[in-house]
């Protein structure tokens, strides 16, 4: 018997990395899919291209067309909303729903992986949010088990009796943990970006939420 197929959702961000850490670690075969979505952080792309090079796992960047998502800061064609900046991590994790918010994106994202899990034959799809992100409603853990439901009814698999698992591995966990779970996986989070609203040569601003989430979770691993 061969491995177990999965498909992963890889940004080339610092969660999607541990996430396809954890699913090699799982002893998976990995597909790891990344969208270019016409986010202003596009540079991401490139760390997910070096990041499943890394692991030596197939990889697809699948094109959409922004103007679906409508208005989000994340986008690059509404330069007129602003990413937040100079934020702490009570004041983000206190926020309501933010500008970074993309209409409906991880419906659209796991719709696309469900039909990539059925040419792949792959039993599971593995995505990353975490306890910080409850503020996005598609990131909430009712909104896993729900698009669950859809799996479980929208699929030749489903059918077959055997729909793919969602797997959502970091769905309890803090930044910090995240880095933790990363490091004991040795995850390369070196070659991961994690940065809203980069500078024109592509440097992290250091000032967005995720600049911010991300110092501080490394900050915290080393003084902790």
Same mark, same amino acid.
């Given at each position: 018997?061969?491995?177990?197929?999965?498909?992963?959702?890889? /940004?080339?961000?610092?969660?999607?990395?541990?996430? @396809?850490?954890?699913?090699?670690?799982?002893?998976?075969?990995?597909?790891?899919?990344?969208?270019?979505?016409?986010?202003? $952080?596009?540079?991401?792309? +490139? /760390?997910?291209? &070096?990041?499943?090079?890394?692991?030596?796992? /197939? $990889?697809?960047?699948?094109?959409?067309?922004?103007?679906?998502?409508?208005? /989000?800061?994340? @986008?690059?064609?509404?330069?007129? !909303?602003?990413?937040?900046?100079?934020?702490?991590?009570?004041?983000?994790?206190? =926020?309501?729903?933010?500008?970074?918010?993309?209409?409906?994106?991880?419906? &659209? #994202? @796991? %719709?696309?992986?469900?039909?990539?899990?059925?040419? #792949?034959?792959?039993?599971?799809?593995?995505?990353?949010?975490?306890?910080?992100?409850? *503020?996005?409603?598609?990131?909430?853990? %009712? #909104?896993?088990?729900?698009?669950?439901?859809?799996? *479980? !009814?929208?699929? *030749?698999?489903?059918?077959?009796?055997?729909?793919?698992?969602?797997?959502?591995?970091?769905? +309890?966990?803090?930044?910090?943990?995240?880095?933790?779970?990363?490091? =004991?996986?040795?995850?390369? @989070? $070196?070659? %991961?970006?994690?940065?809203?609203?980069?500078? &024109?040569?592509?440097?992290?601003?250091?000032?967005?939420?995720?600049?911010?989430?991300?110092?501080?979770? #490394?900050? %915290?691993?080393?003084?902790?």
């Amino acid at each position: 018997m061969g491995l177990i197929k999965a498909i992963v959702l890889l /940004s080339g961000g610092l969660d999607s990395t541990v996430v @396809l850490a954890q699913a090699i670690k799982n002893n998976r075969e990995c597909l790891a899919i990344s969208f270019n979505y016409g986010q202003r $952080h596009k540079i991401e792309l +490139e /760390s997910a291209k &070096i990041i499943a090079a890394y692991y030596n796992v /197939s $990889h697809k960047i699948i094109k959409l067309d922004s103007s679906i998502f409508g208005q /989000s800061s994340l @986008l690059s064609n509404h330069d007129g !909303v602003e990413v937040p900046k100079d934020r702490n991590a009570r004041q983000i994790s206190e =926020s309501s729903t933010p500008t970074t918010y993309v209409p409906a994106r991880n419906t &659209i #994202f @796991l %719709s696309i992986a469900m039909g990539q899990a059925e040419n #792949f034959q792959a039993c599971e799809i593995y995505i990353g949010p975490n306890a910080l992100d409850t *503020k996005y409603p598609d990131c909430s853990e %009712s #909104f896993i088990h729900a698009f669950q439901r859809v799996i *479980k !009814v929208a699929t *030749k698999q489903s059918v077959n009796g055997n729909p793919p698992r969602l797997v959502a591995p970091l769905l +309890e966990l803090n930044k910090t943990e995240i880095i933790k779970l990363g490091l =004991s996986l040795d995850a390369p @989070l $070196h070659l %991961s970006f994690s940065c809203y609203d980069p500078t &024109i040569l592509g440097a992290p601003c250091l000032r967005c939420d995720a600049c911010i989430l991300r110092k501080d979770g #490394f900050d %915290s691993v080393a003084g902790g």
